[in-house]
């Protein structure tokens, strides 16, 4: 199994960026994907997650910046990070599990992990 996330980068405060996590080797429509994210001298945090039955969930901190989505013909899920802020620089993960819905933030039910990607928020 793999996941591969990419679209990391510096971007401006208020700006936007796109994150997607291509997996391989996995039944992909029957897991939920989440995405974590882990800031110096921080421990990881949760994100937001989009579980096999298309439910969404988002940290308190991302609601209504962030969006999650999933395309399972393309065993991809994406992050749309709009009104980015400083405090969202960070290394994002995205990750994939069958946790139940009400332990969707707990990383140690996760069973794959990507590589992670770096996103900078500063002017």
């Known amino acids: 199994v793999q996941l591969q996330a990419s679209g990391g980068g510096l ?3 208020g700006g936007s960026l796109r994150l997607s996590c291509a997996a391989s080797g996995l039944a992909f429509n029957t897991y939920t ?4 994210r882990q800031a110096p001298g921080k421990e990881r945090e949760f994100v937001a997650t989009t579980r096999a039955t298309r ?3 988002y940290s308190d901190s991302v609601k209504g910046r962030f969006t999650i989505s999933r395309d399972d013909a393309k065993d991809t899920v994406y992050l749309q990070m ?3 802020a400083p405090d ?3 290394v994002y993960s995205c990750a994939a599990g069958k946790p139940i819905a009400s332990a969707v933030g707990n990383p140690s039910l996760y069973y794959y992990w990507g590589q992670g990607t770096q ?3 500063s002017s």
Do not use: K, M
Request: negative net charge; without cysteine; hydrophobic residues 45%.
């Open 11 to 13: 971007v401006q405060p």
């Open 33 to 36: 994907l989440s995405w974590f």
């Open 55 to 57: 439910a969404t969930y």
């Open 82 to 84: 709009d009104s980015l």
């Open 88 to 90: 969202d620089t960070a």
């Open 119 to 121: 996103v900078t928020v």
